[in-house]
């Protein structure tokens, strides 16, 4: 009877629910300057669009970082930053199907000055 039961509720689990860990995406790569030399400690943030979350990793010596368990159906933002200087904004897109994705961010560009 447990047997049944179990095999009945795995059957009411949508396939997609199932596989959703499996399925989940890791971006990855490196802050670099224009010589193409690590930036350690640039600040790399990602940006869920649809809900505008924002999250933050702090690239380690190397300028190498890393963002996991990233939902697959959804676009992301990514720019990192030091000091006085920004990346360009670099889309990861729902319609790309690779679960690791490497993106190299340049960061090289005087950060725009927010006047009050």
């Given at each position: 009877?447990?047997?049944?039961?179990?095999?009945?509720?795995?059957?009411?689990?949508?396939?997609?629910?199932?596989?959703?860990?499996?399925?989940?995406?890791?971006?990855?790569?490196?802050?670099?300057?224009?010589?193409?030399?690590?930036?350690?400690?640039?600040?790399?943030?990602?940006?869920?669009?649809?809900?505008?979350?924002?999250?933050?990793?702090?690239?380690?010596?190397?300028?190498?970082?890393?963002?996991?368990?990233?939902?697959?159906?959804?676009?992301?933002?990514?720019?990192?930053?030091?000091?006085?200087?920004?990346?360009?904004?670099?889309?990861?897109?729902?319609?790309?199907?690779?679960?690791?994705?490497?993106?190299?961010?340049?960061?090289?560009?005087?950060?725009?000055?927010?006047g009050k």
């Amino acid at each position: 009877m447990n047997l049944l039961f179990l095999a009945l509720l795995i059957a009411c689990v949508p396939p997609q629910a199932r596989g959703q860990d499996a399925a989940l995406r890791t971006v990855s790569g490196a802050a670099v300057d224009k010589n193409e030399n690590g930036i350690p400690s640039a600040v790399v943030y990602l940006k869920n669009v649809r809900t505008l979350t924002v999250k933050t990793y702090i690239a380690d010596n190397t300028g190498q970082y890393r963002f996991s368990g990233l939902d697959p159906n959804v676009d992301y933002e990514i720019h990192a930053e030091h000091d006085e200087l920004t990346s360009g904004n670099h889309t990861v897109s729902s319609f790309d199907g690779r679960k690791d994705i490497t993106v190299t961010l340049k960061v090289d560009k005087e950060k725009k000055k927010t006047g009050k």
